[in-house]
């Protein structure tokens, strides 16, 4: 008896086992046609100057339209991507398709604002991103101080070979934005050294500003830090008003979060706006 439920169990298991290699190699296959079927789209979430409550910028967001799943979020083929190469075609198409927007939306009337693109590790250390991010500029012709890029701490553990990126990035007038701050791999001495102009405290932080102490006194420090560093902070899934007065009191320069907005559409965007 047991031992027949043991070998159903291990049927069953071998079976869901096959069922998910199945859909990732599926998931693979369409992620590798998905570029030239463009089903990606990119979605913008407002960054808000805490201080005039004034529209900064936006940050691009991937989704992937697929023709039959529907909407995938990003931390679904993200990683999928990554594995196979493909996330820096993937990532070119963002940046090529963020400041092209950028710039449409700024010669339609709108006060311009800058929008932040995520890049991947890998996309981070390919060389000809510098290249990349040159053509893309001069081909739509979009002022380089409305555009940031936002990397992760895990890229700046290849310590040289990221000063040297980010210096070009910096010579080429584009901003520089550390993502997720505080999750992952952080030195005192890259904050120093890398020519940064924000920092973008994590969500995790943020979210529990209310409940946990030690929270709000991480918070602190990362602000007073990064002021006396000379560099802005952005604060990430602000949810609530009691956050954001949170933030306030204690100096945080930009919130973006549910609060204001979650990422949007192109049309919603320009609705909300285009005719300020
Ligand atoms: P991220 O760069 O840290 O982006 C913030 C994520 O938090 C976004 O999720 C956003 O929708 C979500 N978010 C914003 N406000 C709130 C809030 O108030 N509450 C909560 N709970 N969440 C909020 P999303 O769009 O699913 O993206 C997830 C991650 O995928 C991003 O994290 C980023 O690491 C990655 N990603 C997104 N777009 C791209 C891209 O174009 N290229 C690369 N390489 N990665 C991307
Ligand atoms: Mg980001
Ligand atoms: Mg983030
Ligand atoms: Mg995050």
Redesign the pocket.
Known sequence: QAKSQGKNRYVVHTSELLDAMLDDYMLEVDLRRALEKNEFV??Y?PQINNETGQLIGF????RWQHPTLGQI???KF?KLAEENGM?TQ??EW?IDEACTQNKKWQDAGMTPVKVS????TQ?FLTRNLITYMEEVLERTGINPAYVVV?ITEYMAMEYEYSIHVLEQLKALGIGISI??FGTGYSSLNYLKNFPIDYI?ID?SFV?EIMNNEQDAVIIKAIISLAHNLHKEVIA????TKEQLEFLKTHQCDIS????FS??LPVDEIERIYLDQ
């Open positions: 990119l979605h979430q940050e691009a967001l991937i979020p990003p931390d993200i996330i993937i990532g963002v693109v995520n890049l991947s996309q936002e993502d997720d973008k969500k979210s990430e899934g602000v949810e973006q979060g549910y609060f979650k990422p």
